[in-house]
C-alpha cells in the first residue's frame, strides 16, 4: 500500500497485521537525455512496490534527497556542474539528522520493520544508511534493514544496467528517440540494453531482495508467510 493514499484506518490495520514500512532512496538527478530527472526514485519505489507485495506493509514516497551527486566522488565538478537538473543536497550532516528523524517518526507511529531500498546509491548515502540500520536495530527502536542493489546487478549511471532497470520497472519512462550524450558513467553503451534483459536482470534483482528481507525479517521474529 502507498503510506499517501492511505486512511486511519487502514494505517491501523497494518501496523496490527505487518508493521513494515519500504523506503524508497531516489533522487532528483541527471540521467542523460533518455531518463528522466527521477530514474533512481522510480526504480526505488518499483522494487519496494514488489517487497511489499510479497511481505505486505506499506511503500512510502520516494525520498528525493540526495548526496554525492555524479562527478563530485571522483573531483570531476565541471562535469556534473553541466549536469542539468541535479539537485544535489551536499550536506552528509542534513541527510543523517533527517534519516535518524525519520526512523525515530516511523517507530514512534508503530512500524517494527523499516527498510531501505534505494534506487540512488552514493557512497555516502550507502554509509549513512547502513549505519542508521544497525544502530536502531541494535537499540531496538525499528529493526531496519539496508538493500544494496548493486550485490546483483552492475552499477553505472544512465548507461546499460540502469536503462536496462527502467525498461524492465518503468518502460513508459525511457526515450528511445532521445541521442544520448558522452557519459563518462555509463561504462557500458545504452544500446546494449533491451526490455527482454531488463525484465530478466530485474527479476533476478527482485529474487535476491525477497531472499534477503526474509532472512532480516525472520532473524527478528517476523517469519516470512
Same mark, same amino acid.
Given at each position: 500500500?502507498?503510506?499517501?493514499?492511505?486512511?486511519?484506518?487502514?494505517?491501523?490495520?497494518?501496523?496490527?497485521?505487518?508493521?513494515?514500512?519500504?523506503?524508497?532512496?531516489?533522487?532528483?538527478?541527471?540521467?542523460d537525455?533518455?531518463?528522466?530527472?527521477?530514474?533512481?526514485?522510480?526504480?526505488?519505489?518499483?522494487?519496494?512496490?514488489?517487497?511489499?507485495?510479497?511481505?505486505?506493509?506499506?511503500?512510502?514516497?520516494?525520498?528525493?534527497?540526495?548526496?554525492?551527486?555524479?562527478?563530485?566522488?571522483?573531483?570531476?565538478?565541471?562535469?556534473?556542474?553541466?549536469?542539468?537538473?541535479?539537485?544535489?543536497?551536499?550536506?552528509?550532516?542534513?541527510?543523517?539528522?533527517?534519516?535518524?528523524?525519520?526512523?525515530?517518526?516511523?517507530?514512534?507511529?508503530?512500524?517494527?520493520?523499516?527498510?531501505?531500498?534505494?534506487?540512488?546509491?552514493?557512497?555516502?548515502e550507502?554509509?549513512?544508511?547502513?549505519?542508521?540500520a544497525?544502530?536502531?536495530?541494535?537499540?531496538?527502536?525499528?529493526?531496519? +534493514?539496508?538493500?544494496?542493489?548493486?550485490? %546483483?546487478? *552492475?552499477?553505472?549511471?544512465?548507461?546499460k544496467? /540502469? &536503462? !536496462?532497470?527502467?525498461?524492465?520497472?518503468?518502460?513508459?519512462?525511457?526515450?528511445?528517440?532521445?541521442?544520448?550524450?558522452?557519459?563518462?558513467?555509463?561504462y557500458?553503451?545504452?544500446?546494449?540494453a533491451? +526490455?527482454?534483459?531488463?525484465?530478466?536482470? %530485474?527479476? *533476478?534483482?527482485?529474487?535476491?531482495?525477497?531472499? /534477503? &528481507? !526474509?532472512?532480516?525479517?525472520?532473524?527478528?521474529?517476523?517469519?516470512?508467510?
Amino acid at each position: 500500500m502507498n503510506y499517501a493514499e492511505m486512511y486511519p484506518s487502514e494505517l491501523e490495520k497494518v501496523l496490527e497485521e505487518s508493521p513494515i514500512v519500504y523506503i524508497p532512496m531516489g533522487s532528483l538527478e541527471w540521467h542523460d537525455n533518455h531518463l528522466p530527472f527521477g530514474t533512481d526514485s522510480f526504480i526505488a519505489v518499483a522494487l519496494s512496490e514488489r517487497l511489499c507485495q510479497k511481505f505486505d506493509g506499506v511503500v512510502l514516497p520516494p525520498q528525493f534527497m540526495y548526496i554525492n551527486g555524479i562527478g563530485r566522488e571522483a573531483g570531476r565538478v565541471y562535469e556534473y556542474e553541466k549536469a542539468l537538473g541535479s539537485l544535489d543536497l551536499k550536506d552528509e550532516e542534513i541527510y543523517e539528522r533527517y534519516l535518524r528523524l525519520l526512523l525515530e517518526e516511523l517507530a514512534r507511529t508503530g512500524f517494527k520493520y523499516a527498510i531501505f531500498v534505494p534506487g540512488h546509491v552514493g557512497q555516502p548515502e550507502r554509509d549513512i544508511q547502513e549505519r542508521l540500520a544497525k544502530e536502531f536495530t541494535e537499540k531496538e527502536i525499528i529493526n531496519t +534493514l539496508y538493500i544494496y542493489i548493486y550485490a %546483483v546487478h *552492475k552499477g553505472d549511471h544512465a548507461g546499460k544496467f /540502469e &536503462t !536496462a532497470m527502467m525498461q524492465g520497472l518503468r518502460p513508459d519512462k525511457v526515450r528511445s528517440d532521445a541521442e544520448p550524450v558522452v557519459n563518462p558513467w555509463a561504462y557500458e553503451p545504452i544500446s546494449d540494453a533491451s +526490455l527482454d534483459f531488463g525484465r530478466e536482470h %530485474v527479476g *533476478k534483482l527482485v529474487d535476491w531482495m525477497i531472499d /534477503e &528481507t !526474509a532472512k532480516f525479517l525472520a532473524a527478528h521474529g517476523r517469519p516470512a508467510s
